[in-house]
Every structure is written in C-alpha cells, then in structure tokens.
C-alpha cells in the first residue's frame, strides 16, 4: 500500500475533527431539549449528508427522526457554504400549524469550515394565544402576523418539493405559464436556496416541472450566468421574511 499524502492525512484528520464535535455535542442537545422541556426540540446536523443530516435529535416539536433530511433553512446555510451566519430568533410554522421560534448555529472545525448546525426549535404557539387574548383585554391588539411557512420533514424530497410549490404558488403560475426570464428566476432562487447541492434534486426538479433531465441542467446553467431581474426581484421581496 502506497503511503498517503500530506493532503489525504489532513482531510482525514478533518473528518475525524468533525465527527469528533458532533459526538461531544450528541449530550449537548440532549440536557438542552430536557432543560426547556416539551415544548423544545434540538436537532444536530451534519451537512457533509444534506439528504441524511439529522445525527441526533430531542424534543418533538416538528417531528424530526435521525436520519432524515435537512430543513429548507439548513439548505440556505449550506448555499452559504463557509460565509453563513448563525441565524438567531427567527419565527416560522409548521406544515402542522405549530408557531416556532427557532436559532440555528452553525458548526466549524479549526479550519473555520461550516460542516453543521445545532437547531433549537420552540413551540410558541400557546404563549402567542396567551398574548392574543392579553393583547385583547388590555385593548391593544393589533391584526396578526403570517410568519412563513418552512417544510420540516425527514424526506428531502418533500422540501424540494415545497419550495417548487412556494416559488410557483409566490408567481401564481404553472411552470407552463412561466416565460424564459421567470423560469430562470425559478431556478437562481432555488440555487441560492441550496436545493442543488443535494443529490438527486435537479432530477426531482426536472421531474415536478415535467420537463427532460437536460432542460433542467439548461436553466440551471444560464440561472447561474444570467444577471438577476426584476422576475428575481418580486421574489426577493416575498422571501425577506424567511432570511
């Protein structure tokens, strides 16, 4: 057998760093999801899996299982790759009706590489009817407020899928009622989302949309070299509240 080279030993030794954060933080999640009790969940992922990325998982709050996929959250940060942010406090709802508040915080080795996320869930969805009704007796309620939907499932393709329906359901159209400009404002949002860094989501794109394995791989192509449009801009603007 050949010896390895210096840059073989380094990635391995950057696997093993990895595994060995995620095994340390295994407890972490844990006490975390018992200290705050029913109403909390923490997941821990590990991106280097997109499809399978849940590691570890407490609390039931949307219904995670280890093994399962990514949320369409963890694949913003992953299109961030090693410039993504922590993303703290931020309120969405379930496919369930659940009103969530959550923080995803990113995880990186020693070399400042993102490689996974530690997510704590909340249902708030009882002490925000608790502030309803207390807003009404003090008489200072105010209408209420639609946080975005976000697609928790243990099925990747269930997320792709959401986020397909969201952009076409956002533009009020069929993929066939698209013209070129919005087609490829369709793909660029979902690039950027992370979708095609997931194995097998351009076939399932290309599947949904009814359209050839090699179109798909076209838009996505000119996606990426095309300047983005106002099409990308009236998208941007309904998307602000999940970024």
């Known amino acids: 057998?050949?010896?390895?080279?210096?840059?073989?030993?380094?990635?391995?030794?950057?696997?093993?760093?990895?595994?060995?954060?995620?095994?340390?933080?295994?407890?972490?999640?844990?006490?975390?999801?018992?200290?705050f009790g029913p109403v909390c969940e923490v997941v821990l992922h590990d991106y280097r899996r997109p499809e399978r990325s849940v590691v570890a998982v407490a609390g039931a709050v949307t219904g995670r299982t280890?093994?399962?996929?990514?949320?369409?959250?963890?694949?913003?940060?992953?299109?961030?790759?090693?410039?993504?942010?922590?993303?703290?406090?931020?309120?969405?709802?379930?496919?369930?009706g659940k009103l969530v508040k959550s923080s995803t915080m990113v995880l990186r080795d020693s070399t400042d590489a993102v490689f996974g996320a530690l997510c704590v869930n909340v249902?708030?969805?009882?002490?925000?009817?608790a502030r309803t009704v207390l807003a009404a007796l003090a008489g200072t309620a105010t209408g209420p407020s639609d946080p975005p939907a976000t697609t928790f499932g243990d099925d990747i393709d269930s997320v792709v899928d959401a986020l397909l329906d969201a952009h076409l359901l956002r533009q009020d159209q069929t993929w066939?009622?698209?013209?070129?400009?919005?087609?490829?404002?369709?793909?660029?949002?979902?690039?950027?989302?992370?979708?095609?860094?997931?194995?097998?989501?351009?076939e399932q794109t290309a599947a949904r949309l009814?359209?050839?394995?090699?179109?798909?791989?076209?838009?996505?192509?000119?996606?990426?070299?095309?300047?983005?449009?106002?099409?990308?801009?009236?998208?941007?603007?309904?998307?602000?509240?999940?970024?």
Do not use: C, K
């Open 123 to 129: 249902d708030v969805t009882e002490v925000d009817r």
């Open 210 to 243: 009814g359209i050839s394995r090699a179109s798909a791989y076209t838009y996505l192509s000119q996606a990426r070299a095309t300047p983005a449009t106002g099409a990308d801009d009236a998208d941007d603007t309904s998307e602000g509240a999940r970024s």
């Open 66 to 96: 280890v093994g399962g996929a990514m949320s369409e959250i963890g694949m913003r940060v992953l299109a961030r790759g090693d410039a993504a942010d922590d993303e703290l406090n931020y309120v969405t709802r379930t496919g369930a």
């Open 1 to 35: 057998m050949e010896p390895q080279g210096p840059q073989t030993q380094r990635a391995q030794e950057q696997e093993r760093e990895r595994d060995v954060i995620l095994r340390a933080l295994v407890p972490v999640v844990d006490g975390i999801a018992a200290t």
């Open 176 to 202: 066939a009622g698209l013209d070129r400009p919005r087609r490829l404002a369709l793909f660029r949002s979902l690039d950027e989302r992370g979708v095609f860094a997931v194995r097998r989501a351009i």
